[in-house]
């Protein structure tokens, strides 16, 4: 049979109550996070706020340029804030919100291509699954047990060295 299945588990949640108490906390600090982003351009504020295992948050927001392609994703700032600061910390959970210059923040977005990229060679790194929160300022929330479900059939370390990846479903499951 040459046509293959990949799976997705994640957790969804109808509103904040019923969240486990420690993705409800990462997820608020997302929120307020989304008011430290510069967005001039785009009016479209992100936050994100990271947990590492030592229990610190570390938050960021998107940062954009009048050179539009120099701006950077409020994921990709969270990221680079950790790694600079705390080189050898593990990261338990990312948590992201926005809110839209009109309109509601009422469901979940995910992040974009080149942050989903840049979280799964963080999760190989630290070889550690990363979990990702998504929830507006209100609404439904999803959990995604790791970066790498984000990403199936993805480009990692391995394939730089030449390596074949064993398995590429092992990217989607587990
Ligand atoms: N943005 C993020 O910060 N994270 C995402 O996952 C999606 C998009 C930012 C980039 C840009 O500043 C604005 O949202 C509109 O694309």
């Known amino acids: 049979m040459p046509v293959q299945h990949l799976q997705l588990q994640y957790e969804h949640f109808a509103e904040d109550a019923g969240l486990p108490a420690d993705a409800l906390m990462l997820l608020q600090k997302a929120r307020e996070a989304t008011g430290i982003a510069y967005a001039p351009y785009s009016n479209f504020r992100v936050g994100a706020a990271i947990l590492l295992e030592n229990g610190q948050v570390i938050t960021g927001a998107n940062q954009e340029n009048a050179s539009f392609p120099a701006g950077l994703c409020a994921e990709r700032v969270a990221l680079s804030a ?64 790791a970066a790498r479900l984000l990403l199936p059939f993805s480009f990692t370390p391995q394939d730089l060295k030449g390596f074949p990846q064993a398995d590429h479903r092992k990217h989607q499951n587990g």
């Open 82 to 145: 950790v790694t600079s600061q705390f080189p050898d910390a593990i990261i338990q959970a990312i948590a992201i919100s926005y809110q839209p210059a009109g309109g509601n923040s009422d469901h979940p977005i995910s992040p974009c291509g080149i942050c989903r990229q840049t979280l799964l060679e963080y999760e190989i790194r630290q070889q550690q699954p990363i979990r990702i929160i998504l929830g507006g300022m209100m609404g439904e929330i999803i959990i995604i047990p």
